[in-house]
C-alpha cells in the first residue's frame, strides 16, 4: 500500500483558516493534514490508490480557499467570516 506526501500552496491568513482548509482536505484516502499559515502549504498525506491530490485541491477550493492552479468561487470565498478574507479588496487599474 503506497502512501504518498505531497504538499499544495493555499491562500489563508488565520488559524480559523487552517482549521478550514485542514477540515476540507481531510477526505477518504487522505491519513494526514497540515497547512502552514506562514508558508501557505497545505502538506497531505494520502494513499494515491484512493484518492488524488487534485481531488484534495477541489474540496479545499469549494471551501473557499484559492490554491495555485484554482481559485474558489466568489460565492463560497464570501462566506468566509471577515478574519479569512486573504484577496486583497483593492483593485489594480
Do not use: M
Not at 41 to 66: F, M, N, Q, R
Request: net charge positive; with cysteine.
Amino acid at each position: 500500500k503506497t502512501i504518498i506526501t505531497d504538499s499544495l500552496f493555499v491562500r489563508g491568513v488565520c488559524n480559523s483558516c487552517k482549521e478550514r482548509i485542514e477540515n476540507a482536505a481531510l477526505i477518504k484516502g487522505v491519513k494526514k493534514v497540515s497547512w502552514n499559515k506562514k508558508t501557505q502549504y497545505l502538506t497531505v498525506i494520502y494513499k494515491p490508490s484512493k484518492v488524488s491530490l487534485e481531488k484534495v485541491e477541489d474540496e479545499v477550493v469549494l471551501a473557499g480557499h484559492d490554491t495555485k492552479n484554482k481559485t474558489a468561487l466568489d460565492e463560497n470565498y464570501n462566506k468566509l467570516p471577515d478574519c479569512c478574507a486573504y484577496r486583497s479588496g483593492i483593485e489594480l487599474h
